[in-house]
């Protein structure tokens, strides 16, 4: 993706007397961006009206209304001069429970978000767009491509700084209350809510739009730098089938090691649970081991067996990569020969995002949160210059 078709051609926009030239069929153009606070706030919205915070209330009350009662039994016991182990643990276990609920799942969240929108401005996406409203549809083009949501198949959300428009397998429309004017709220909203059937329209808060004006297009000297253009060199790795399954098996052992505590947190939870309900210690350990190879299974050995699977189905399969070394940092895409290289998009890791660089025996890494760059020695035409890049951008090369 060229970030320059961004700027290529300057669309007239229409203000809300009527004045400039509106493409057929439109009734509203304007300009929209979405920053990272606000990427972050559409993510939480929509994760509680249709994602996995959705039904955190109703838990909470369930988890609440338990703990009670387990704390009743508790305190019951207490007064004949009993302790009721098992309840004690099944407290502690809705406590954590609660916690992790309403302090660690909005987190999880949050943080996504944060890495996907910074992942995809540095792959090249800008998030600034033309929205172009239809009686029957709503566009935003940006950078060349166009996300499209027909009514027909769209939900509404309303909250004080956004109006969200969504719809099953598309990219959704975020217009933050900065970008709209109070003029072109009204009718945007006027629109939507006749258009949109009331069950898919959620209205969370009234929304206030803070625009004065219509928002203007980035200036070109925001454009980023095109790392391909320039890179001080490239090569090309072609990985073979052993190489490739060892980087799958590291790629998901190390998230395996990122949700180790909340894995064996839970494991050790309900293995207490289960000892106490069996009164017997070992049952409980060993179904602490059980759980634990059940998330590694799942975790580690699954994605391992379906990568061998495919590539045992198509030996002349090949993993091959581009990688193109600038000042800025890595680009890495597919090579154009390869089938999928059409679809597949190029992925920038920025220089300032790498935390380590390793170099081993046979081959050198690179770490960027929680993706991860392996570059087989034998690819790499001047290992001396790529030393010499990394000392003068990654801190912390060991």
């Known amino acids: 993706m ?19 030239t509106l493409p057929a069929g439109a009734v509203l153009q304007f300009g929209a961006d979405l920053s990272r606070e606000e990427y972050v706030s559409f ?11 959705r039904y955190r209330r109703l838990v909470m009350v369930l988890l609440g209304i338990t703990l009670l009662l387990a704390l009743s039994v508790i305190a019951a016991d207490a007064a004949a001069g009993m302790i009721d182990s098992f309840m004690i643990t099944l407290a502690i276990f809705l406590l954590m429970a609660g916690a992790f609920l309403l302090f660690g799942l909005p987190a999880f969240v949050v943080r996504g978000a944060k890495r996907t929108y910074d992942q995809t401005l540095l792959n090249g996406y800008r998030f600034y ?49 900065r970008c709209l004017t109070s003029e072109d709220a009204d009718q945007l909203r006027r629109l939507l809510t006749a258009a949109i059937p ?73 293995s207490l649970l289960f000892a106490f309900s069996s009164s ?29 699977r495919v590539l045992k189905g198509d030996p002349e399969r090949k993993m091959k990569l581009w990688l193109f070394f600038s000042e800025e940092g890595i680009l890495a895409r597919a090579p154009e020969e390869m089938p999928a290289a059409a679809s597949a998009g190029a992925s920038r890791i920025a220089w300032t995002a790498v935390n380590r660089a390793l170099e081993r025996p046979d081959c050198v890494e690179f770490y960027a949160g929680n993706r991860f760059l392996r570059i087989p020695k034998r690819c790499i035409p001047n290992l001396e210059q790529l030393r010499e890049l990394v000392d003068r951008h990654v801190k912390s090369k060991k």
């Open 43 to 53: 993510n939480l919205t929509a994760a509680k009206t249709a994602g996995m915070l």
């Open 129 to 177: 767009g033309l929205v172009t409203v239809y009686p029957d549809r709503m566009e935003k083009s940006s950078g060349g491509e166009t996300a499209r949501i027909s009514y027909n198949q769209a939900a509404y959300l309303e909250t004080a700084d956004q109006l969200i428009i969504m719809a099953p397998g598309a990219r959704a429309i975020v217009l933050p209350a």
């Open 198 to 270: 009331p069950l898919r329209q959620r209205l969370i808060r009234p929304f206030e739009p803070k625009a004065e004006r219509r928002l203007p297009p980035p200036v070109p000297v925001e454009i980023a730098v095109d790392w391909k253009e320039e890179a001080l060199f490239r090569m090309t790795v072609e990985y073979t089938d052993e190489e490739f399954k060892r980087i799958t098996f590291d790629v998901a052992f190390q998230g395996f090691v990122r949700m180790l505590p909340l894995y064996s947190g839970l494991s050790l939870l309900l």
């Open 280 to 308: 017997a210690v070992w049952w409980g350990i060993a179904w602490f081991v059980l759980q634990m190879l059940l998330f590694f299974t799942f975790h580690v050995l699954l994605p391992l067996r379906r990568v061998s």
């Open 2 to 20: 060229e970030e320059q078709d961004l700027y290529r051609e300057e669309k007239p926009l229409v203000g809300p007397s009527g004045e400039g």
